[in-house]
């Protein structure tokens, strides 16, 4: 059974820190594409980052470029957001998702990712 959980959020304070994990189970991760999305209270759901399936290309929000990272370790079968220079407008739920192919869209829409995680909480707050 496909399976993707998120893990790794908190309570950080602006300008902060935080590496977030996406683990992936009953697939092989290798030849799919992930991203990340994020959903603050009473807004849509935003793509935040998505790679590619060898790390190749790699695609990233506007509001987050330059202060987040995407990687994966497919050996390992799970894919890191490193969140740096935290914001509290960063505040949000954030989930990983996969779609059923090996590059990312040119547009970060969560239509195109059909199975996701169940979220892991981000709070940017002093």
């Known amino acids: 059974q496909l399976q993707l959980v998120e893990s790794g959020g908190g309570l950080v304070q602006p300008g902060g820190s935080l590496r977030l994990s996406c683990a992936a189970s009953?697939?092989?991760?290798?030849?799919?594409?992930i991203g990340w999305f994020r959903q603050a209270p009473g807004k849509e759901r935003e793509g935040v980052s998505c790679?590619?399936?060898?790390?190749?290309?790699?695609t990233y929000a506007n509001s987050v470029q330059g202060r987040f990272t995407i990687s994966r370790d497919n050996a390992m079968q799970v894919v890191y957001l490193q969140m740096n220079n935290l914001k509290p407008e960063d505040t949000a739920v954030y989930y990983c998702?996969?779609?059923?192919?090996?590059?990312?869209?040119?547009?970060?829409?969560?239509?195109?990712?059909?199975?996701w995680g169940q979220g892991t909480q981000v709070t940017v707050s002093s």
């Open positions: 009953g697939f092989t991760l290798d030849y799919y594409a």
């Open positions: 998702a996969t779609r059923g192919f090996s590059g990312c869209p040119s547009t970060l829409r969560d239509s195109y990712f059909g199975a």
């Open positions: 790679i590619s399936d060898n790390a190749g290309s790699t």
